[in-house]
């Protein structure tokens, strides 16, 4: 699995937009990119992944680079109830099928 | 809603005292997890069942078994806590174990050991 390298605290405006980072620059073609968050005491939620397209859903969207070694989480209007450790994991989800997180960006949604 | 579901959310044991975590999922996925994490780290997976096939990590301590009877229920049996045991269990399960598969947590159980 590519390493993955995250701020380790970001703040953002309640109501705002807020962009979590990611870089994997190497990344192999065959790995997946990841978004989970941990909000305090609670299982990791699943978020949203992505191979090269960029990615949406109900909760956020996904932007990787072209090259794709780095990829931009954003959450389109955080509310308090998104502050969470946010994890970026690049896998392939195949044989092991193993989520290697790291340490994650603490998000803190402020009002 | 389909979910996967931990009880208990808390559980207290004495040190070198058996114990056992529960995990059940709706989801009716092949695959089942157990991760665990510690204060202030990031969660760690121990061991996965490929439907009946199970999947050790090469650095989970012996101490560590699990069991799973079927589809909707897995174990993870701890033989003889120690103190360094304390720790966020978490149970996951993802339909496949293909590329671009999804795991989905449950809400994890803490264990105390005294």
């Known amino acids: 699995d590519a390493k993955t390298t995250q701020p380790p605290s970001m703040d953002c405006a309640e109501g705002r937009a807020a962009n979590l980072p990611c870089n994997h620059s190497t990344i192999s073609g065959n790995e997946y990119v990841y978004w989970y968050r941990q909000i305090h005491s609670q299982g990791p939620q699943y978020i949203i992944h992505?191979?090269?397209n960029n990615e949406t859903n109900e909760m956020a969207s996904l932007i990787i680079t072209e090259d794709r070694k780095s990829s931009t989480l954003i959450l389109p209007h955080a509310t308090l109830r998104d502050t969470a450790v946010y994890y970026c994991?690049?896998?392939?989800?195949?044989?092991?099928?193993?989520?290697?997180f790291g340490a994650g960006t603490i998000l803190r949604v402020k009002s | 809603d389909a979910m996967v579901i931990q009880n208990p959310r808390y559980q207290v044991t004495q040190f070198g005292k058996p114990v056992t975590l529960s995990c059940s999922q709706t989801?009716?996925?092949?695959?089942m997890y157990w991760y665990q994490q510690k204060s202030s780290q990031a969660p760690k997976l121990l061991f996965h069942?490929?439907?009946?096939?199970?999947?050790n990590e090469a650095d989970t301590p012996d101490n560590f078994q699990s069991r799973r009877p079927n589809t909707s229920f897995c174990f993870l049996d701890i033989r003889s806590p120690g103190l360094g045991d304390a720790a966020m269990y978490l149970c996951a399960t993802s339909r496949d174990r293909g590329m671009g598969e999804t795991q989905y947590f449950g809400p994890g159980t803490r264990l105390l050991v005294l």
């Open positions: 069942y490929y439907d009946k096939d199970f999947n």
């Open positions: 994991i690049a896998t392939i989800m195949e044989y092991g099928n193993k989520l290697v």
């Open positions: 992505g191979l090269k």
């Open positions: 989801l009716n996925h092949n695959v």
